[in-house]
């Protein structure tokens, strides 16, 4: 009876290493480790949406500063703030929407990309590597999740994340590229604390 026992042990142990791929967790942990050691983190990104018959839906240009688990992003006129606890989403015209930030578990924000934490929320698999770039690809623990995997490209050199593929639950796709990232920014705590009076009189708050 020892045998069988053995070879469910054996099994489970390869489905453990096909889920949490280990090769991929040692460059993921480098990315993860380097934001957490940073102070301040400023990233340009570029964010391109297609469909799924791959008819491109509309490119943005994208400002993110970093700090622990603060954010602030800068599309447009539209802004999100985090402080932490908080999200603030201002549309750009006169609505801000306040939501917390268990609330957005659901979806997949280029802070979330970024912040390199992803032992928790996925399991993962190195697709193919070359000596200054790995291509790995993740799926969400929660089958909840507004998206079904996500393709990273990690700059193994810098161990920073290059750019990210995000196919959603309708097969639609955005492209998320990385144009230049500075883990040594200063940023002043205030940054990332609500201000109501930088705002137009005439915005309203939605809880």
Request: hydrophobic share 40%; charged share 25%; aromatic share 8%.
């Amino acid at each position: 009876m020892r045998i069988p026992f053995i070879l469910l042990a054996f099994f489970a142990c390869l489905s453990t290493f096909a889920q949490k791929d280990p090769s991929a967790k040692a460059i993921l942990d480098q990315i993860g480790a380097k934001v957490k050691d940073s102070k301040g983190i400023l990233v340009s990104i570029q964010m391109v949406s297609k469909n799924s018959q791959g008819k491109a839906m509309g490119t943005k240009q994208i400002n993110l500063k970093m700090k622990a688990d603060k954010y602030y992003l800068k599309q447009g006129l539209m802004e999100i703030l985090c402080d932490g606890a908080i999200i603030y989403n201002f549309d750009g015209v006169n609505t801000i929407s306040k939501s917390s930030v268990a609330e957005s578990d659901q979806t997949l924000s280029p802070q979330k990309l970024l912040a390199g934490n992803y032992d928790k929320e996925f399991n993962y698999r190195l697709l193919g590597q070359t000596s200054s770039n790995a291509t790995i690809e993740l799926i969400p623990l929660d089958k909840r999740k507004s998206f079904q995997k996500v393709t990273l490209v990690v700059d193994k050199i810098k161990s920073a994340l290059s750019s990210a593929s995000i196919l959603d639950k309708s097969n639609n796709s955005t492209l998320v590229k990385v144009l230049s990232i500075n883990y040594k920014a200063v940023l002043a705590d205030n940054l990332f604390l609500f201000n109501r009076a930088k705002y137009p009189k005439n915005v309203e708050i939605f809880d």
